[in-house]
């Protein structure tokens, strides 16, 4: 029996994340499932790098 898990990131941060790092029109096009490995992991990473500005009290700052 598989379990279906259920995403941290809300759809509206994940798009937003797509957009800062270019591959928006991928996700508009093929969806979630086309999206390169690398770009799956710089977004994770984005992610983590805000979560860790977040709690260090200095906000959401784009590049």
Do not use: C
Not at 12 to 30: V, W
């Amino acid at each position: 029996m598989s379990r279906r898990r259920r995403g941290v990131m809300s759809e509206q941060f994940k798009n937003e994340l797509a957009k800062d790092l270019g591959f928006y029109q991928t996700i508009q096009q093929e969806g979630w499932g086309g999206i390169k490995a690398k770009d799956a992991g710089n977004m994770v990473k984005r992610a983590i790098e805000i979560a860790e500005q977040r709690l260090a009290g200095g906000g959401w700052h784009q590049p």
